[in-house]
């Protein structure tokens, strides 16, 4: 420094920090030209906070050449910390909670998600204050490769992105266009490499598929029924989800939930559905087709008993069931409560089996009809065996062979009754049976509307035929 402090206007002295794998200028500063040392605090800048290896160059100025300045000495000071290790992982757009899977279409859809969420926490970048960083992204199958800019969230360890990177299904893939474009059932590789410590690497994945829009339908014993269709008590209730291809992750069985509330009584149930096996009796699942195994009662004035295997509702009351596809939307179907005009029986025991007239007078021009109640609990019915005095079985009469008014199926506190002739008088060959003392024997399966286990039943009626 000249010795002359108006000469020392005259000079300057321009120090660059490079990267030295690069060559890049990550920063620079003037030294003062008043005092013989000069100090340059490094540690809070961004670009230096990267680079694993710097360099140091000096330019000297002076405007008089009489004067110029003279460096007698440099150096670099630094203190040696821990590094900590950092995490990265897929997450909701939220950016709370991670995901395994994420659902794409085949092209940008509005409303619908279509991007890819990234958190990375890493306390080493935000020491430094470190305001962004990009990570790398790496389809598995389509070999589409991009990279991802992330911000820092705030003060905190976290990097972050709002918007997402946008991703579509296709066949074919670009790279580095800032649009991934993904297989079904490709695997998406994020990467991490922590710039202050190149040891410390980070990688998640998850599993990409394309997104199809679920088909609720709802059934009853009876088959499927429409929209706002009159619900019985004997009714009993199953949900069947079609084209739910984007939650079949696996060849191995898989399954969803749905709900089935009532708008008055808000009772709400919660069904599982099974994935349907590829076919009857296999064990690949790879159909998209899901159905709830056990029967949703309907009852009325008992109370509503959440999640208890019973819907408590009314006469006019709505009931929905709802499946929520997290991807598209709520999927629904509506329907009117029970018939306020359906008497409920009762009875002693669970169940009953009843014949009128009894005796049967087969020259009397009436028919004999058959009634099954239920009192505590629903009955499915399965067979009816007839058999003699002595004990003989006499015939077997299936469940598809009796045409009942309300089914086989028999919610509690509610009958079932024949229509028509459900037996001819005939034995298993064919013949005409006698007059004379014989018992029917139901076969079936009844479930318990307090405890809601399911049992084998059998129950046997004496009737006498007069000919």
């Known amino acids: 420094m000249p010795g002359n402090a108006a000469d020392r206007d005259e000079i300057s002295l321009e120090i660059f920090i490079v990267n030295a794998d690069n060559g890049e200028r990550v920063h620079d500063f003037r030294v003062g030209n008043q005092d013989t040392s000069f100090t340059e605090v490094l540690s809070n800048i961004p670009a230096l906070a990267t680079a694993s290896r710097i360099r140091l160059e000096a330019i000297f100025n ?13 150096s670099v000071d630094w203190v040696t910390e821990a590094s900590l290790s950092s995490s990265i992982r897929f997450v909701d757009k939220q950016g709370v909670d991670d995901v ?3 659902r794409l279409n085949t092209d940008i859809v509005a409303g619908e998600s279509n991007s890819i969420f990234v958190l990375l926490q890493d306390e080493n970048l935000a020491q430094r204050s470190i305001p962004r960083i ?4 790496h389809a598995l199958q389509s070999g589409d490769v991009d990279s991802l800019q992330l911000n820092r969230n705030g003060i905190s360890n976290e990097y972050i992105t709002s918007a997402g990177m946008p991703g579509v299904i296709r066949e074919t893939a670009g790279t580095n266009n800032g649009l991934l474009e993904l297989h079904n059932g490709d695997t998406l590789v994020v990467r991490y490499v922590d710039p202050i410590d190149p040891s410390d690497i980070s990688i998640d994945s998850v599993l990409v598929v394309q997104r199809t829009r679920a088909v609720l339908t709802v059934e009853t014993q009876d088959g499927p029924v429409d929209e706002d269709q009159l619900i019985r008590t004997l009714d009993s209730l199953y949900l069947y989800v079609t084209n739910e291809s984007d939650h079949d992750l696996s060849p191995a069985q898989d399954s969803i939930f749905a709900d089935v509330y009532d708008n008055v009584t808000k009772d709400q149930e919660t069904i599982i559905l099974y994935e349907e096996p590829d076919t009857e009796g296999g064990n690949i699942y790879q159909t998209g087709e899901f159905r709830s195994r056990t029967a949703l009662g309907i009852v009325i004035n008992q109370g509503a ?16 069931a709802e499946y929520f596809d997290i991807d598209t939307a709520t999927v629904f179907l509506r329907m009117v409560g029970p018939d306020p005009g359906e008497e409920v029986v009762g009875g002693p025991g669970a169940f009953n089996l009843l014949f009128a007239p009894n005796p049967y007078k087969s020259n009397s021009g009436e028919v004999m009809r058959m009634r099954i109640e239920a009192y505590t609990g629903s009955l499915t019915v399965e067979k009816i065996e ?10 077997t009469i ?17 009958r079932s009754t024949s229509q028509g002739i459900w037996w001819n008088f005939s034995d298993q060959h064919g013949n005409q049976v ?29 009737f006498v035929i007069v000919r």
């Open 434 to 462: 006698s007059s004379g003392t014989y018992f029917a024997r139901l076969v079936g399966r009844f479930t318990d509307e307090l405890t809601m286990q399911t049992e084998d039943v059998t129950f046997l009626r004496k």
């Open 134 to 137: 990009k990570v790398g992204l």
């Open 62 to 74: 002076t405007n008089n050449t009489a004067v110029a300045p003279v460096l007698k000495q440099w």
């Open 398 to 414: 299936n469940v598809s062979d009796i045409n009942m008014d309300r089914g086989t199926r028999i919610s509690s506190k509610t």
């Open 305 to 320: 008993r959440f999640e208890n295997g019973r819907l408590e509702t009314a006469a006019g009351n709505i009931i929905t």
């Open 100 to 102: 395994d899977v994420v």
């Open 386 to 395: 007839i058999y003699n005095l002595a004990g003989e079985l006499v015939n």
